[in-house]
Nanobody, 120 residues
Framework: VQLQASGGGLVHTGGSLRLSCAAS????????MGWYRQAPGKQRELVAA???????HYADSVKGRFTISRDNAKNTVYLQMNSLKPEDTAVYYC???????????????WGQGTLVTVSS
């Protein structure tokens, strides 16, 4: 599975950004798509995930601010990030697998990271 992420950038506190990630290749092997993030000196953490059936999971820190969605016909997942805070600054990684856990497992397919910077 190949994952191509786009989006990210620099935004002020309270601003919005949208990340996109398109999957290709052996997509039959995946069910859940999502986003992890990793800030400097911190562990990679699950931000949001969505199954092919539309079930979603969000980290407590982003609930009410971030929305994950998915277009199964395009094999693409989106992350709409609103009301961004400086603590959201991190490299965001698209991920896809049969299942996504809070701490990523070894079978996760990864996209390239995209940097999100929120200035105060």
């Amino acid at each position: 599975v190949q994952l191509q992420a786009s989006g990210g950038g620099l935004v002020h506190t309270g601003g919005s950004l949208r990340l996109s990630c398109a999957a290709s290749g052996s997509i039959f092997s995946i069910d859940v798509m999502g986003w992890y993030r990793q800030a400097p000196g911190k562990q990679r953490e699950l931000v949001a995930a969505i199954s092919s059936a539309g079930g979603t999971h969000y980290a407590d820190s982003v609930k009410g601010r971030f929305t994950i969605s998915r277009d199964n016909a395009k094999n693409t997942v989106y992350l709409q990030m609103n009301s961004l805070k400086p603590e959201d600054t991190a490299v965001y990684y698209c991920a896809a697998s049969k299942i996504l856990t809070v701490i990523p497992g070894t079978s996760v397919n990864w996209g390239q990271g995209t940097l999100v910077t929120v200035s105060s």
